[in-house]
């Protein structure tokens, strides 16, 4: 039995799951309602994939959409722990990613990546394809660039199939190989969702070239399997593997009982697999998968685990969104809302904003109990969705509407237990009079949720919300089900880290003196300011810049102290308005949470442990503290750079914790040239590089590079060019 390392996939936050060829729309579609994918894939065989996958490992992981135009050109392989392609047809996937795809797609498995191909999948990633051999409307044979599967995958397994169609669809029994799986309680035979997929002929006979069989179907099949029946087999590639299915263990069944304890009517969400799609033979094939979820699951866990990912063994549900929670100091929300009065509609009595991506409905606390405060959104959603309450169903979360509570004094802690309000105001007021600078704005005006989508797509893209709403405005959340990183990326965002997004106001006027871009750099010299003066013994906390906004931390398990691991990430987006720019600066910071990297509070044990004996007493680390730190010190770095630019004395600040001064590297983009790091210019921030030449002298040509169009992979001492 084989499987992967998993110390060379712990650095790899990202799960990709391929959606076809047509590019993902922005960010108004939620991260688990997929563009209508094209060239391949299916819609459902999208969203299953995006939903198992983000129940299983999201406490780890960030599990995202990708195009193959991403997979062709984005920087993806060095941050990504596994690649999924799902179910559909795999010619198309042969026309988009033939050639530099693929070969993308090899290198990142031969490195140590891991691949999962479920059925179209499956078919793609083996050395020969062969479906429904004969039938003229059907057949597709010819081999395969990737090819972790020596052999032929060869379908469909059993009669019937049809593209669009549940015709072919069945509940197929699997006999699973226990030998090989390693985690947690497996079943010893499980049906699974079947429609179209494969054999993998022979695959026991390549065990001398790493493939091992997971499961094997246990009917008689309606093509020739060679020796055995494989379904599911695991390939060794390089230092990394592939897992591929001829079945669907990713398609979502909710299983649950209602009334007595027998499993008589299980209760299916409309968006998952409607059983009553295609007359009563399809029902009794749903009835038979849902009766055996749970041993699915604990199947497909175990794939996962074999592939070297860590899985959330509770097997979790994503949770639903809660209320949010509008409060202001010292004015009330109610103050707040009198901006927004002129894009609030009345409905049978209730006031909503409606706006480009979500709805919100304006509570007050007065109409509502304080039990309802602190639960979360009704679990009936919105009755224009056709989703029922079952909390497996698949959410499209842009449909739900945002139920927002306005506070005219500061929410009690019971109306939001997981953030003290009255705590965060109060750091707020004491950091405020620290300050060298008049500072007023940042953190008065507080959008707070249990559970939300993202705190920067909250704003950033509700712009009728956005343009009339205060410097300052800060979002803030416990958990998000759908956190933004640059590019494709998305950040992790587990309960205990802080999360929040800002709202600078930055005046035309400004820019010749101040540029909006260095609005990054300021946030990442103000995270790691405020870290460093949270409090007494916090100025030796071990965190770093990495250009051009990341925040790095000396890992403390590393027994050599040198190795460095991100803990923060930083977006910033900006709408040209009128005669301003309003930037939403979004902030994730792994503070307290164990995972996926490391966080503020395990560097803080190990600094605890390293300072004298008078020092152990160090503060501990909460969340609405650190928060009004963090905007206090921006604020304050804000409104110096409003009146002085991005001067000589910012510079020293942002080079005061910075990894890079004078390290040598290798410029990608300009034939492999060494390169000596020197800083950034003060006009827009650009990476300053002077060219090495014999004995590692200085030649005198430099270079100023763009942190859009060149990414610094500072641990192999390359600087890339994006594409």
């Known amino acids: 039995m084989t499987t992967i390392n998993p110390v060379l996939l712990s650095k790899r936050l990202n799960v990709l799951v391929y959606s076809g060829a047509q590019t993902y729309p922005d ?57 999924v392609i799902p179910g559909g047809a795999d010619q198309p996937y042969c026309k988009t990613l033939n050639g530099a795809g693929n070969r993308r797609i090899s290198q990142f498995v031969q490195r140590g990546g891991a691949y999962l191909g479920f059925c179209a999948g499956g078919y793609y990633a083996s050395k020969r394809c062969e479906f429904e051999v004969g039938d003229k409307k059907l057949q597709v044979i010819g081999e395969r660039e990737l090819a972790f599967f020596p052999g032929t995958c060869r379908g469909g397994a059993f009669p019937g199939f049809v593209y669009d169609s549940e015709d072919g669809a069945r509940a197929a029994e699997l006999k699973v190989s226990k030998s090989a799986l390693s985690s947690g309680a497996l079943p010893d035979v499980f049906k699974c969702y079947y429609n ?25 099949l309606n093509v020739d399997s060679g020796e055995g029946a494989a379904a599911v087999i695991h390939c ?46 399809y029902r009794k094939v749903v009835d038979d998968l849902a009766a055996d979820d749970e041993p699915r699951v604990d199947f497909l866990k175990a794939c996962l685990t074999k592939l070297g990912l860590r899985v959330n063994q509770d097997s979790s549900t994503i949770p639903s969104l809660s209320r949010l929670h509008l409060s202001s100091n010292p004015q009330g929300g109610a103050g707040l809302i009198s901006e927004l009065r002129d894009i609030i509609t009345v409905t049978d009595g209730q006031e909503y904003i409606k706006d480009d991506v979500d709805t919100f409905h304006l509570e007050q606390p007065s109409s509502i109990g304080m039990k309802d405060l602190a639960e979360s959104l009704p679990e009936t959603v919105n009755e224009n969705t056709d989703q029922g309450s079952d909390a497996d169903r698949i959410v499209d979360y842009n449909s739900v509407v945002k139920n927002v509570v306005v506070h005219d004094d500061i929410p009690n802690p019971k109306s939001t237990p997981y953030f003290n309000h009255h705590a965060f105001y109060a750091h707020l007021k004491e950091y405020r009079s620290q300050s060298k600078e008049v500072i007023q704005h940042f953190g008065s005006n507080i959008l707070y949720g249990e559970v939300v989508t993202s705190t920067s797509t909250l704003l950033e893209k509700n712009t009728q919300m956005l343009r009339r709403l205060p410097q300052g405005f800060t979002a803030t959340a416990t958990v998000q089900v759908a956190g933004r990183g640059r590019g494709s990326n998305v950040w992790v965002s587990p309960s205990g880290q802080l999360m929040f997004s800002t709202v600078i ?31 007494k013994g916090y100025e030796n906390m071990p965190v770093k810049l990495k250009w051009p906004n990341d925040i790095y931390a000396l890992d403390p398990t590393d027994p050599t102290g040198k190795s460095y691991t991100k803990i923060t990430g930083i977006l910033v987006n900006a709408h040209y308005s009128s005669s301003e720019y309003i930037a939403v600066v979004g902030i994730g910071i792994n503070a307290l ?23 152990k007493n160090l503060a501990p680390i909460t969340l609405e503290r650190l928060l009004a730190r963090i905007l206090t010190t921006f604020e304050a770095l804000y409104t110096r750079f409003l009146r002085t630019g991005f001067d000589s004395e910012f510079l020293d600040m942002y080079y005061a914790d910075w990894l890079h001064m004078d390290q040598i590297v290798t410029l ?8 000596r790091i020197k800083g950034i210019t003060s006009d827009y921030g650009l990476l300053v590089a002077e060219e090495l030449g014999w004995e590692d002298r200085a030649t005198g040509k430099r270079w100023e590079l763009q942190s859009d169009s060149n990414s610094f992979d500072f641990f192999k001492g390359l600087v890339k060019r994006k594409i």
């Open 27 to 83: 960010w108004k579609k939620n991260i688990l309602t997929p563009a209508t994918p094209g060239n391949g894939t299916t819609v459902e065989a999208v969203r299953h994939c995006l939903y198992s996958l983000r129940r299983l490992l999201a406490a780890n992981y960030a599990v995202i959409p990708v195009t193959g135009e991403m997979i062709i050109n984005e920087p993806w392989t060095a941050s990504c722990a596994l690649l």
């Open 236 to 281: 060794k590639v390089g230092e990394g593997a592939a897992i591929l299915t001829g079945t669907h263990p990713e398609f979502v069944f909710s299983a649950k009982p209602v009334d007595s304890g027998e499993l008589t009517k299980p209760r299916f969400a409309a968006s998952n697999l409607d059983r009553d799609a295609d007359g009563p033979g």
């Open 196 to 220: 179209g997929g494969g054999v993998f002929v022979d695959a026991a006979k390549y065990a001398d070239q790493g493939v091992e069989v997971l499961a094997n179907y246990t009917e008689e």
């Open 668 to 675: 990608e983009a300009e034939g492999g040239v060494r390169a």
């Open 505 to 535: 106001r930055h005046s035309v006027e400004d820019m010749s003196r101040a540029p909006v871009v260095f609005i990054q750099y300021i946030a990442a010299i103000a995270i790691a300011q405020g870290v460093k003066s949270y409090d």
């Open 593 to 615: 949470n164990p995972s996926p990297t490391t966080s503020l509070n395990a560097l803080l044990s190990a600094l605890t442990q390293q300072q004298s004996a008078k020092n």
